[in-house]
């Protein structure tokens, strides 16, 4: 069984925008516009490391209910980061994805995502995926009733779903599920992230906040992901036999 050292997918929470900016006594957007700043140089450090996608949290379901205020300014922030960094990307052979319910979103930046997606869409040095708008409840809701629509229409029978199928209707569909899942800000939680996808991710939480998060961080992470031994249910001494079969 071949270990690998770097992570194929990396997912992160990027959680303590809002705290960094108040430390500072900061208006909370402040905090924002640095974590975009801290977003676009660990995409960098990750692609450098081998890292083939990264998926950041950018927007809840949830976070709609912040303050209109603060969902304003993220919402315009979002537009401006795509305005600044889509050709940069681009030119670093980065491939934009965005999944999440783009309905509540405004056309302008709809727009603006969907050209991202167009215009990188052959790159292959890294996939970044946005979760934005995004919830893993409403992930799996949204792939069931895909399955439910097939089944009614008389193409799916039920008893033929299985992991497989379910995962290929939910929105990363065809990328690798994460193997590490980063938390900044200190808390211990999946805050509704990629709930089916994160079922066997190693799971790192530092208490950084995300604007202070450097490329020192993210080796640590990925250390703790080299040192662990992944064993998606079975023991220790399967995975040696695993290895000494590999070696033949
Ligand atoms: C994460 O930082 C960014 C978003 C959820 C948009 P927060 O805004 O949650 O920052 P804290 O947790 O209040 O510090
Ligand atoms: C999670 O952070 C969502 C994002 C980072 C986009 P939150 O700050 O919204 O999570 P909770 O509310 O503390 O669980
Ligand atoms: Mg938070």
């Known amino acids: 069984m071949n270990v690998p050292d770097i992570p194929a997918h990396v997912a992160v929470i990027m959680d303590g925008n809002g ?9 909370r957007q402040a905090g924002h516009r640095a974590g975009v700043k801290t977003a676009r140089r660990i995409v960098e450090a990750c ?10 949290f950018a927007f809840s379901s949830e976070n709609w ?6 969902v304003g ?30 309905s509540g979103l ?13 215009t990188t869409r052959d790159n ?5 995926v946005i979760a934005l708008a995004y919830g893993g409840r409403w992930d799996i809701v949204a792939a069931t009733r895909a399955l439910a629509r097939e089944v009614a229409t008389g193409r799916l029978d039920p008893e033929a ?6 995962a290929d209707r939910l929105a990363l569909a065809g990328l690798p599920d994460p193997d590490l899942l980063i938390r900044t800000g200190g808390d211990h939680r999946i805050s509704n992230f990629l709930l089916w996808n994160l079922a066997y991710a190693e799971c790192w939480f530092t208490d950084r906040l995300w604007p202070d998060f450097d490329e020192q961080d993210l080796d640590k992470a990925l250390d703790r992901f ?7 249910g079975r023991i220790s001494e399967q995975l040696e036999d695993a290895l000494e079969d590999d070696a033949c």
Do not use: C
């Open 65 to 70: 209910r912040r303050p209109s205020r603060e």
């Open 226 to 232: 080299r040192g662990v031994e992944r064993r998606y």
């Open 106 to 118: 405004s056309d302008t930046l709809q727009a603006r995502m969907t050209a991202a997606e167009e």
């Open 161 to 166: 779903i299985d992991d497989a199928m379910f």
């Open 124 to 128: 292959t040095r890294l996939t970044l």
């Open 47 to 56: 692609a450098r490391r081998g890292v083939g996608v990264l998926t950041l």
């Open 73 to 102: 300014a993220l919402m315009r922030l979002f537009v401006e980061a795509l305005d600044r960094q889509v050709d940069e990307l681009h030119g670093n052979g980065v491939r934009l994805m965005f999944i999440g319910d783009r």
């Open 19 to 27: 705290r960094w900016a108040k430390q500072r006594t900061l208006p």
